[in-house]
Structures are given as C-alpha cells and as structure tokens.
C-alpha cells in the first residue's frame, strides 16, 4: 500500500509561489500515476493536475494551465505541484493522490494525502 504525505502550503500573497511536495512511501510507486487535486470551502473537491510517474505525461485544468507545474523525483519517490501566479480563487485544501488510471475524476484514485491548506491573499 502506497501511503502519501504533503507538505509545502501556506499563506502567499496574489502573484506569488509555492511549491508543494507529495512523499509516497510503500510498495513501488512507478506504476501509479499521481494526481493534485483541490477542495475549496463549500465546493466540490476539483482535478488540479496529473502525472505518470514512469512516462512524465501530464495533464492540466484550464484554470491552472500555464501557470501549475507538476513534476516528480523518481529517485526520492516525491511529486511535485509548482504553482506561480497564484490567485485568491486558488485557496484552497491541496490534496495529492495515486491511482493506477489515467483520469481526472477524484473517484477513481485510491490513495489520498492529508491535504495541506493553500491561502492566496489579494
């Protein structure tokens, strides 16, 4: 079993960074893909980003492209969530997960962090 810990948020002002981190632990990670998601109060958790751990692929939602950066470290068994230009709109609980499909539905991933609080002040 895979288990999945982040760390990285905080408070940040409009226009600013942070980088989120996602340590898997376990059994072998690389045949999982890894996907961020997000949860904002009184709103439905929401796909941020994906990425295969083995091939790089990924995967974005429209409201992040171009300004999200998913990545992992093999290696280390670490994923990333690079987030530049940061809105107040993108406060949320960050989530990472894995799962063995490729998809952006919350459902379908059977492994889950325990979330770390992004606060994006304008």
């Known amino acids: 079993q895979v288990q999945l810990v982040e760390s990285g948020g905080g408070l940040v002002q409009a226009g600013g960074s942070l980088r989120l981190s996602c340590a898997a632990s376990g059994r072998t990670f690389s045949r999982y893909v890894m996907g961020w998601f997000r949860e904002a109060p009184g709103r439905e958790r929401e796909f941020v980003a994906i990425i295969t751990w083995r091939g790089s692929s990924t995967m974005y939602a429209d409201s992040v492209k171009g300004r999200f950066t998913i990545s992992r470290e093999t290696a280390t068994n670490t994923g990333y969530l690079q987030m530049n230009r940061l809105k107040p709109e993108d406060t949320a609980v960050y989530y990472c997960?894995?799962?063995?499909?490729?998809?952006?539905?919350?459902?379908?991933?059977?492994?889950w962090g325990q979330g770390t609080q992004v606060t994006v002040s304008s």
């Open positions: 997960a894995a799962g063995e499909i490729w998809t952006t539905r919350s459902s379908s991933y059977n492994v």
